[in-house]
C-alpha cells in the first residue's frame, strides 16, 4: 500500500506517540479505540500515522489504510474503504469473497441493477464490520484513514457506524483531518460532533512545533547544508509546519514566502515550461492520477509525458504510488497551490480536454468525474447526461447521499439545457420525484420536502389528478418525518382524497 512518510527520523511528537501507542497496547486487550489525530495542514499527520503504522506491522499488527481524497463535486462514494477492502481482499481473501455485499466496493466488480434487489447501505455496513471482526479475532486490527475532511458523504456514515459498534474487537482506526479546514459548515463537523460522544472515541490535536523542535527538524532536514542563522530564519519562517519547514529547506533560494502558496508555485516554477503544463493537467485530475489518464488528456507526446514526470518526481513535486501506473503530488498543497493558480481560460480547457479523455470510461465514479469535468468545461448538456449516469452509479453502490447530489446537480443544470427530457431519457418530474425519495433515504428530510413539493408542482401541469393524488400521498410522508408539522401532512392528505374521492379505483 502506498504510505507517506519520509527517511527522516520523526522530531518531536514523543508525547502524542506514547498515547498511540498505549491506545494500540489497550486494543490488543480488547479495548477498541478510534482515535481522531488533527492538525493544521502540513503539520505532520501523516508522518506521526506512518510511524505508528510501521510500528503495529513490525510487531505482527494487520495494518490497512485508506485515504480520502479531494474530488471536488465528483463525490466518489467510499473511496477510502474502497481501497482497504481491496487490501483486505489482498490479505484475507475469504472475507470478501464470502460476503457478496462487499463486492460492489472492489474495483472491476461487475454490478448490475437487475440483481433482484438493491443493495442496502446497512447490509453494506454490517458486512464491513463483520469482515474485520473476523480478522480481528485472531490479531489487532489498525485502520488508517487520511484527510478525513475529505471523506464523501457515504465514508463518513460508514466511518460513524464503525467507531459506534466497536465494544469488545481488538480494533484500532486512527483517521486524521485537517482542523484549520473545519469552518462552522464544513459536512464532516456533524459526524465528529456525533462520534465523539463515544466512548471509545478519543482526540489527539498535533500542535505546531515550539522553536527547540523546529530547528532541530531544520537541521534534520538540511544535513549540515545551512548555517546556524539561516536554521533559525527557517524555523521561524516555518512556524512550526512541518511541511513548510521541508520546503523552505529544499528551496532556500526563494526567500520566505508570505503564502505557503507563493512558496509551492515558486517551487514548481523552477521545473521546464513542460513539466509545469502536465503539472497543470494534473492537477485538474486531482491529487492522485493515473498515467493512464493523464497520457489520453495530454497534447505531449510519451516520451515528453515521461520526461515531464521524471522531473517532477525527482524535484519531489510528484511520488509515484506503489499500487499500478498512479501518481500523485507529494502533498495535497502542492495541487491546490497548481490548481489555483490557472488562468480561468486555461482551467475550462483542461476540463474539457479531461472530460474527452473520459468520455468512454466505464470504471466506477467515472460518470460522476466525468460530470465534474463537464461542469467545469462548460457542456452543460454533457454534464447533465453524465450526471443522471452518476446518480444511478451511486444507487448501484447504496450510497444515497451521492445520488441525491448528482440528482440536485442535474435539476439544477436542467433548465439551461434545451429539450432535456430526449437528451437524458428521462423527465423533470421523474428526476424529482427521485431527488425526494433519495433524500428521505439519505436522512435529509428538509430536502425530500423541498423536492416534494416541487414535484406537486411539476404533476399538477400534467392533468392527472391519479398521479397528483399519489405525489401528495409521498408528500406527506415526508411531512411527518418532522414532528411540528404534522397538521400540514394531514391537510395534503386531505388533499390527496379529494382529487380520487370519486375515481374509480385504479391500480
Not at 501523516?46 to 510500528?55: A, C, F, G, H, M
Not at 433482484?116 to 486490527?141: P, T
Not at 509545469?276 to 491529487?287: C, H, K, M, T, Y
Not at 524535484?315 to 497551490?337: K, P
Request: glycine share 4%; aromatic share 6%.
Amino acid at each position: 500500500m502506498s504510505r507517506l512518510g519520509s527517511g527522516i527520523a520523526l522530531v518531536g511528537r514523543r508525547a502524542e506517540l506514547t498515547a498511540l501507542r498505549d491506545t494500540l497496547r489497550r486494543a490488543r486487550d480488547g479495548q477498541p479505540a478510534v482515535v481522531l489525530l488533527s492538525g493544521d495542514a502540513g503539520i505532520g499527520k501523516s508522518r506521526v500515522l506512518t510511524e505508528l503504522i510501521d510500528s503495529a506491522e513490525s510487531d505482527g499488527d494487520t495494518v490497512f489504510l485508506g485515504r480520502c481524497l479531494d474530488t471536488a463535486e465528483a463525490a466518489l462514494p467510499y473511496l477510502p474503504f474502497v481501497e482497504i477492502i481491496r487490501q483486505l481482499a489482498d490479505h484475507a481473501p475469504q472475507a470478501v469473497e464470502n460476503r457478496p455485499e462487499l463486492q460492489p466496493l472492489l474495483p472491476h466488480s461487475h454490478r448490475s441493477s437487475a440483481s433482484g434487489r438493491e443493495l442496502d447501505q446497512l447490509q453494506m455496513f454490517n458486512a464491513v464490520l463483520d469482515a474485520l471482526n473476523d480478522l480481528a479475532a485472531d490479531r489487532c486490527v489498525v485502520i488508517g484513514i487520511e484527510d478525513l475532511h475529505w471523506a464523501d458523504r457515504s465514508s463518513r456514515d460508514l466511518f460513524a457506524f464503525l467507531a459506534s459498534r466497536l465494544s469488545h474487537q481488538r480494533i484500532l482506526v486512527v483517521a486524521t483531518y485537517r482542523s484549520d479546514d473545519m469552518h462552522r459548515r464544513h459536512p464532516l463537523r456533524w459526524t465528529l460532533a456525533e462520534v465523539v460522544r463515544l466512548r471509545t472515541v478519543e482526540r489527539l490535536q498535533l500542535e505546531p512545533f515550539d522553536q527547540d523542535d523546529s530547528r532541530a527538524l531544520v537541521r534534520s532536514l538540511a544535513e549540515e547544508s545551512l548555517d546556524e542563522d539561516a536554521v533559525t530564519r527557517i524555523a521561524e519562517a516555518s512556524e512550526g509546519n512541518a511541511f513548510l519547514a521541508e520546503e523552505l529547506v529544499s528551496n532556500p533560494s526563494t526567500g520566505i514566502p508570505r503564502e505557503l502558496a507563493d512558496l509551492l508555485l515558486a517551487r514548481v516554477e523552477w521545473l521546464a515550461a513542460p513539466t509545469q503544463q502536465v503539472l497543470r493537467l494534473a492537477s485538474v485530475i486531482g491529487r492522485e492520477f493515473s498515467h493512464r489518464l493523464l497520457s489520453e488528456a495530454s497534447e505531449s507526446t510519451q516520451s515528453e509525458l515521461d520526461s515531464a514526470l521524471r522531473e517532477a518526481i525527482t524535484h519531489n513535486v510528484l511520488t509515484v504510488c506503489q499500487s499500478g501506473d498512479v501518481y500523485q503530488f507529494r502533498h495535497a498543497l502542492f495541487r491546490e497551490a497548481v490548481y489555483n493558480d490557472l488562468l480561468p481560460g486555461e482551467r475550462i480547457r483542461l476540463h474539457r480536454r479531461l472530460a474527452t479523455a473520459l468520455t468512454d470510461a466505464r470504471y466506477p465514479g467515472a460518470a460522476a468525474e466525468l460530470a465534474h469535468h463537464h461542469l467545469e468545461g462548460g457542456d452543460h448538456v454533457a454534464a447533465l447526461n453524465a450526471s443522471v449516469r452518476a446518480a444511478t452509479e451511486a444507487k448501484e453502490l447504496a450510497a444515497p447521499a451521492e445520488t441525491l447530489l448528482h440528482l440536485e446537480r442535474a435539476l439544477r443544470l436542467w433548465s439551461s439545457v434545451s429539450d432535456a427530457d430526449n437528451q437524458t431519457g428521462i423527465s423533470k418530474v421523474d428526476l424529482t420525484v427521485w431527488a425526494g425519495r433519495v433524500a428521505e433515504a439519505a436522512g435529509e428530510p428538509d430536502r425530500a420536502i423541498a423536492h416534494g413539493r416541487t414535484a406537486i408542482e411539476l404533476v399538477d401541469h400534467l392533468g392527472d389528478p391519479i398521479r397528483s393524488a399519489a405525489m401528495r400521498y409521498q408528500y406527506a410522508r415526508y411531512l411527518l418525518r418532522l414532528d411540528w408539522v404534522e397538521q400540514s401532512a394531514y391537510e395534503v392528505a386531505e388533499q390527496a382524497w379529494a382529487l380520487v374521492a370519486e375515481t374509480p379505483p385504479v391500480r
